[in-house]
């Protein structure tokens, strides 16, 4: 069974900080992995997909990395800003499980001004 | 606007008292599924529906029930709710043409007293 985790769970830098969040994947058998964000009380924003087949997605100041072989992706924020501030969730989506998605237990990012 | 919508989005309800979470999608996505989430547990898939009359158990399926007559509607059923059922309950779909990206509505915070 699939399991995801993310390290840190929560995250204090200071503004402007480039920061990097982590992702881990037991079973390498993905069809994508995608991250979101989730501010308090409300829904998850999808930011990237990265598909099975790709090593990174970009938007903006945002860049997801995926190795399939070390089970590992990556979330790099650039000159993270206070409105970064809300908990970031990996979720891995399987092959071999239908199409039940697996997610990680989020890292919480507080960006100080 | 794409967009998935759940009804109601707050509710407050008693012990054994039947009652539905509507979930709908304009982007006739095929696939369709219900998630909690709750502290320490993260978020977990309760049921998800690959196309119509499609349905599979989740992770945590027991105590509610699902029905998948259109494509565009997913709705959450609780036959009788229970204590332990109280939670914030999110509906996603994902569609093949956009590489089953997940799409989240804005959540339902259920309490069941």
């Known amino acids: 069974k699939q399991e995801v985790t993310q390290i840190p769970a929560a995250l204090s830098v200071p503004e402007g900080e480039n920061l990097v969040l982590n992702c881990s994947f037991t079973d390498s058998a993905i069809y994508n992995l995608q991250w979101f964000r989730q501010d308090p009380g409300k829904g998850l924003t999808s930011l990237l997909l990265i598909q099975s087949s790709q090593r990174e997605q970009t938007s903006g100041r945002l860049n997801a990395s995926l190795d399939k072989s070390s089970g590992r992706s990556t979330l790099y924020i650039a000159a993270s800003q206070p409105g970064d501030s809300a908990t970031y969730l990996c979720?891995?989506?399987?092959?071999?499980?239908?199409?039940?998605?697996?997610f990680g237990g989020g890292t919480r990012l507080m960006v100080k001004p | 606007e794409a967009q998935v919508t759940q009804n109601p989005r707050y509710l407050i309800t008693v012990t054994g008292k039947k009652l539905t979470v509507t979930c709908s999608q304009n982007?006739?996505?095929?696939?369709m599924s219900w998630y909690r989430q709750d502290p320490g547990l993260g978020l977990r898939q309760i049921y998800y529906s690959m196309n119509v009359e499609v349905t599979d158990k989740g992770d945590v399926p027991e105590g509610y029930k699902v029905s998948r007559k259109e494509k565009r509607n997913f709705p959450l059923i609780l036959e009788s709710p229970s204590p332990n059922q109280t939670s914030l309950y999110f509906c996603a779909s994902a569609g093949q043409e956009s590489s089953y990206e997940q799409y989240f509505g804005p959540g339902t915070r259920l309490t069941v007293t």
């Open positions: 982007m006739n996505h095929e696939y």
């Open positions: 979720a891995a989506k399987d092959y071999n499980a239908g199409n039940m998605l697996t």
